[in-house]
Nanobody, 121 residues
Framework: QVQLVESGGGLVQAGGSLRLSCAASGSIFSIAAMSWYRQAPGKQRELVAL???????NYADSVKGRFTISRDNAKNTVSLQMDSLKPEDTAVYYCSANIKINIIAGFKLYWGQGTQVTVSS
């Protein structure tokens, strides 16, 4: 079994910073892209940031220049440094990863349970 466990959410004032972390564990052969998504109340889940196994990154326009995604391939972790937070960043943040559990399996998308980020004005 594969598990993704997030940590680091919480309440912060506008302009503040938070760092989210996500650790993948279990039967893991290889991890391709790792991502952070978020879902605000009444809205669809949206991609916030993505990082490939080679370290290439992609960000939503709304967070460019404020958020930084990084990963540690040796530890199977991905992090999201969030700076200059705004009230509109308030959402549940989800970690996801494309994981191959053995040499013959295909990649499958796994999700974490989500962590709440609340930014007060």
């Amino acid at each position: 079994q594969v598990q993704l466990v997030e940590s680091g959410g919480g309440l912060v004032q506008a302009g503040g910073s938070l760092r989210l972390s996500c650790a993948a564990s279990g039967s893991i052969f290889s991890i391709a892209a790792m991502s952070w998504y978020r879902q605000a109340p009444g809205k669809q889940r949206e991609l916030v940031a993505l990082i490939t196994s080679a370290g290439n990154t992609n960000y939503a326009d709304s967070v460019k220049g404020r958020f930084t995604i990084s990963r540690d391939n040796a530890k199977n972790t991905v992090s999201l440094q969030m700076d200059s937070l705004k009230p509109e960043d308030t959402a549940v943040y989800y970690c996801s990863a494309n994981i191959k559990i053995n040499i013959i399996a295909g990649f499958k998308l796994y999700w974490g349970q989500g962590t709440q980020v609340t930014v007060s004005s």
